[in-house]
């Protein structure tokens, strides 16, 4: 069906970059729904899904990337666009409820009750505590007659230390003594400890929100030269922000186009899917993609580092074996000199070790042959760490087929997965881990030319989601998911990674588990 947009309405769509085909597409999407994915098994151990290493494996592969990363451009992708709004929600509910009826807290607020309990444990308590007294408060009076509203505003509210307001990134999450490092920090040591060039360098590029930019700024300026020294290391910083293009927009229950007070149409921003073209703007060789808020303490690091190691030398020798064959197929093509045994062989390594999916070739004339392999042999690759399930909401490792009935490894959400079909409850249930978010890419070829990431994304897998705006409910509409759908026609590697890699900090409490604190 086509809406019927005013002149303005033309003008703004074009200002922001998108086309109105887009925004029609975009419309066809809340009335139709994206299809769900079609699960065929849980990635496991058991069915090479998943790929479980050895000591010795361990060993081989970190080895081999620090053979095979010298002369290569090594980044850090850190997705930290996101406010920490979402971390204190207990507290913003408490501090606009509580009348400081004592007894009651336990029972009707034990979140924040824990937090106060543990406050001086948190990495930012001296800020707060010193932040009370420039404004002539003392923090003790104020928790001795239980006046806790107070002290959680002076931590939340802009005015003061404004931590409801500031991105994850930016928050003191652990001490060291009578130091503190914020997430961006933490992540700034990891950098150092696996991302390092052969020149020393260590490159970091944060995704970041255009109010936040200046904030990001100012605190690197801040930290450079004092992480430059203590590791010997020249830190290269860039931030970029999600693309206006990639913004959606947003309609009301009846699928209507909603619009904001001044009676334009209401955007907004497509999920850490939109971060594709960002992604797709990076020159490096090697790229490993963490979230922000997914850092520890050092004293917990060892663990995270060598497995990103592993990761990164399991990618480079997949990729130094899928580019020979690449540049064999070339001279194959070009002198018409084709080896059946050598076809096979290839083919045996597209379909066991990059588990691609490959129909059967047997009667395929060799040119046409020749050109499929080429074909899936030269993609973006990833090698995805996977933690065993404990419970996380989110993501997790999938045999899937899509809706040309190819059969491939997909990171795959909840929501995309069909809850009222007792089958694909079944697989789900099945699933035995999770996705933390810890990948490793290569999205040049063997020829060097960067890929177009755009090219390989499956757009039938976005989300459709509900948000409220005042009074209102709208549906707003994300993209395909940065490694989800936006890396669906990806080469995709799934390996077992320990627990101890994944210590994400969705609320404010969690930097009160043992992984967070001072060992």
Same mark, same amino acid.
């Given at each position: ?19 109105? =085909? ?32 050895? =000591? ?44 400081? @009826? ?48 107070? @002290? ?19 928050? $003191? ?46 605190? @690197? ?86 497995? $990103? ?110 809850? $009222? ?73 799934? @390996? ?24």
């Amino acid at each position: 069906m086509s809406h019927s947009f005013s002149g303005d309405d033309l003008k703004q769509i074009a200002a922001l970059g998108i086309s109105t =085909d887009m925004v029609e597409h975009q419309l066809a999407n809340f009335h139709n729904g994206f299809p769900k994915i079609q699960l065929l098994e849980a990635a496991t151990v058991e069915n090479g899904g998943i790929v479980r290493m050895t =000591d010795d494996t361990i060993a081989h592969y970190a080895d081999l990337y620090a053979q095979l990363s010298q002369g290569r451009r090594i980044l850090k992708f850190v997705p930290a666009s996101g406010a920490a709004t979402r971390m204190f929600k207990d507290l913003y509910a408490f501090s606009s409820t509580y009348f400081g @009826v004592d007894n009651n807290l336990a029972n009707e607020y034990p979140s924040v009750k824990e937090f106060l309990q543990h406050i001086r444990s948190f990495a930012f308590f001296d800020d707060l505590h010193n932040c009370m007294k420039r404004s002539s408060l003392d923090f003790g009076d104020y928790m001795e007659r239980g006046d806790y509203a107070t @002290v959680i505003n002076f931590l939340l509210k802009e005015q003061y230390l404004g931590y409801g307001m500031l991105p994850k990134a930016l928050l $003191k999450f652990h001490k060291y003594g009578d130091v503190q490092r914020t997430a961006l920090e933490e992540h700034i040591v990891e950098g150092a400890e696996y991302a390092r060039c052969g020149d020393d360098s260590v490159h970091i590029h944060f995704t970041v929100s255009p109010e936040h930019r200046p904030l990001f700024r100012k605190k @690197v300026a801040e930290v450079k030269r004092y992480y430059e020294s203590s590791f010997g290391i020249t830190l290269h910083i860039t931030f970029s922000e999600q693309r206006h293009y990639t913004d959606t927009i947003a309609v009301d229950e009846y699928n209507v186009p909603v619009r904001e007070d001044d009676g334009r149409l209401c955007f907004r921003p497509g999920g850490h899917g939109a971060l594709i073209e960002n992604l797709n703007e990076q020159r490096a060789d090697i790229i490993f993609i963490k979230n922000i808020d997914n850092v520890v303490p050092d004293w917990m690091k060892h663990t995270t580092v060598i497995y $990103k190691k592993v990761l990164a030398g399991m990618l480079l020798d997949l990729q130094q074996q899928t580019f020979a064959y690449l540049h064999t197929l070339d001279k194959m093509a070009k002198n018409g000199v084709t080896t059946p045994s050598q076809l096979n062989e290839m083919e045996t390594f597209a379909r066991t070790r990059l588990h691609i999916d490959l129909p059967d070739t047997a009667t395929l004339p060799l040119p046409d042959r020749i050109a499929l392999l080429h074909t899936k042999l030269n993609r973006p690759m990833r090698v995805c760490g996977m933690v065993k399930n404990q419970g996380e909401p989110g993501g997790g490792p999938f045999f899937t087929k899509n809706t040309q009935g190819i059969k491939s490894l997909q990171i795959v959400e909840t929501a995309q997965i069909n809850r $009222k079909d007792p089958q694909q409850e079944a697989i789900l249930n099945s699933a035995t881990h999770f996705n933390p978010v810890d990948l490793v890419c290569a999205t040049k070829d063997y020829r060097g030319r960067r890929f177009d990431l755009r090219q390989y994304v499956d757009h039938n897998t976005g989300f459709i989601s509900k948000k409220t705006k005042g009074a209102f409910t709208l549906k707003s509409q994300e993209l395909p998911g940065l490694w989800n759908g936006a890396m669906a026609d990806w080469t995709t590697v799934f @390996v077992e990674v320990p627990l101890a890699t994944f210590n994400p900090v969705k609320t404010v409490n969690d930097l009160l588990r043992k992984e967070h604190l001072e060992n």
